[in-house]
């Protein structure tokens, strides 16, 4: 280790270690973790959870937070995750095809994983569609999608995963949970008379709900696996 | 012996602040580019655990109003935030794979030391010219 990356360290060390100080301070000073008067379990929360499950439409109260009181956050979410498979994608383009190579799996891995992939993907859409009464939703269900995919292009290789649709119907997949949430908040703008409003009516606003989740878990899955193959190099666009 | 007992109980906000700690000094302290993204994964991480420990309840149960399921809930609002926390570190660490990417086809390298040779590094490559080795 030479001198200057010896200075470096104690200067990153003290640095840090000044950075505890105020940290651990800080943390002492909070209400003791699972007590009641967290700032968490009041205002907003609280009303949250006092009429949550009926105003938010959702039994599942994250869900009903996520798709109803903070939709507009949530959209934005949905545009961050394209944008970045937009920007990995862009940036992915312009680098060179140098030292990748195919890594052979064990023919038990292989063979399990293709039996294991219909389960994975039925568990993805469970998550999905009973994302507003159970723990899950349209991301997590996404999040499944995208590992599924993952997981079959790291054992059959990623060329024929990416060569299941062409790059633009991937794109359009991509798409899907902005382009679907867009939808759903013109839908409400449309119904209530609110951007992002859900329709009182259950059986609709259900429907509504899980049209949502869907487009969310999709887009989700398919960008995940656009970022991999961004970062695999095997599709350009 | 009070601060103790306070530290005792607010163990599980120590232990994020010390994974912050620890992701902070790979980040830093770190030349390799790959690692700097593993050690801020790792503060995020400790943040997100931060935000969902506050949400929790002693004997409380999960957010959902069904059958079966007695209050006090789970605040819902922290894993709401912690969610879309997460797809933004997920697209980050992405984005910066890819960068990363490209810094290697365009340098050959991913540590910093080689991408841009302080003046010390030139020097330690003289003298491994003439057979020296200080490191």
């Known amino acids: 280790m030479n001198a200057r990356r010896r200075t470096a360290r104690i200067l990153a060390f003290a640095l840090l270690a000044a950075l505890a100080g105020p940290l651990i301070h800080g943390v002492l000073q909070l209400p003791a973790p699972g007590s009641a008067d967290a700032p968490a379990h009041a205002n907003v929360t609280a009303n949250y959870v006092e009429r949550g499950a009926e105003s938010g439409g959702a039994e599942n109260l994250v ?35 140098t030292g990748r190579r195919a890594i052979p799996v064990s023919p038990v891995v292989d063979y399990v994983i293709r039996a294991l992939g219909p389960f ?118 | 012996m009070n601060i103790l007992a306070t530290a005792l109980g607010h163990v599980d906000y120590l232990v994020a602040v010390a994974l912050f700690l620890i992701g902070a000094w790979i980040l830093v302290t770190s030349g390799n580019l790959v690692k700097k993204v593993i050690g801020l994964n790792v503060m995020e991480t400790s943040v997100f655990a931060f935000i969902v420990t506050t949400g929790m309840i002693d004997g409380g149960a999960p957010p959902l109003v069904v059958e079966g399921m007695e209050g006090p809930y789970a605040s819902p609002l922290p894993h709401a935030l912690v969610l879309t926390g997460i797809v933004v570190a997920v697209s980050i660490t992405s984005l910066a794979l890819v960068l990363i990417l490209r810094v290697k086809s365009q340098f050959g390298s991913i540590e910093l030391d080689e991408i841009v040779p302080t003046d010390e590094a030139r020097g330690d490559a003289d003298s491994d010219a003439v057979g020296g080795d200080d490191d």
């Open chain 1, 63 to 97: 869900t009903g937070v996520l798709l109803n009181f903070r939709a507009l956050d949530t959209f934005g979410e949905v545009i961050v995750i394209f944008t970045a498979w937009l920007a990995a994608a862009a940036v992915a383009g312009a680098v060179s095809e």
């Open chain 1, 120 to 237: 994975i993907a039925a568990f993805a859409l469970f998550v999905i569609v009973n994302g507003h009464v159970l723990p899950g939703g349209g991301f997590q269900g996404g999040v499944v999608l995208g590992a599924m995919l993952i997981l079959l292009s790291l054992v059959l290789g990623p060329a024929p995963v990416a060569g299941a649709f062409s790059a633009r119907h991937w794109a359009w997949l991509r798409a899907t949970g902005v382009l679907v949430f867009a939808a759903t908040a013109v839908i409400g703008l449309a119904l209530t008379g609110h951007l992002f409003g859900l329709p009182a009516e259950p059986v609709l606003r259900k429907s509504l709900m899980i049209v949502l989740e869907l487009g969310i878990g999709i887009g989700g899955g398919a960008v995940l696996a656009g970022l991999f193959f961004a970062v695999s190099g095997v599709q350009r666009s």
